[in-house]
Nanobody
Framework: QVVESGGGLVQPGGSLRLSCTAS????????IGWFRQAPGKEREAVSC????????YYEDSLQGRFTISEDNAKNSAFLQMDSLKTEDTGVYYC??????????????????????WGQGTQVTVSS
């Protein structure tokens, strides 16, 4: 199970921090990923982190504005989003999957291969 929080309304150039907490996974042998889905578009991977060693993956266009981090002791991962743009608007989902390959490989897996999904949190970037 995963639960995410932290969405909201922010002006262009602003920041938001999303949080995700996972449960039911074996120790730290899992990956947490952030995905987003804009209206009328497919869900896409944003960033992922390996809970065991902190390895990260970012969608190319987002690196530098978004930062993923983890707190293994709290089974949580965070997505710091800075310099937000209107095109960042969408529903942001957190997901978790047992770790069996590199974070780069797993982050771009089809969504149905992830073990657990959160309910999603709305992020709206608008003036």
């Amino acid at each position: 199970q995963v639960v995410e929080s932290g969405g909201g309304l922010v002006q262009p150039g602003g920041s938001l921090r999303l949080s995700c907490t996972a449960s039911g996974f074996t120790e730290d042998k899992y990956i947490i990923g952030w995905f987003r889905q804009a209206p009328g578009k497919e869900r896409e991977a944003v960033s992922c982190i390996t809970m065991s060693d902190g390895s990260t993956y970012y969608e190319d266009s987002l690196q530098g504005r978004f930062t993923i981090s983890e707190d293994n002791a709290k089974n949580s991962a965070f997505l710091q989003m800075d310099s937000l743009k209107t095109e960042d608007t969408g529903v942001y989902y957190c997901a978790a999957v047992t770790d069996w390959s590199t974070v780069a490989t797993m982050c771009v897996m089809p969504t149905h291969e992830w073990d657990a999904w959160g309910q999603g949190t709305q992020v709206t970037v608008s003036s």
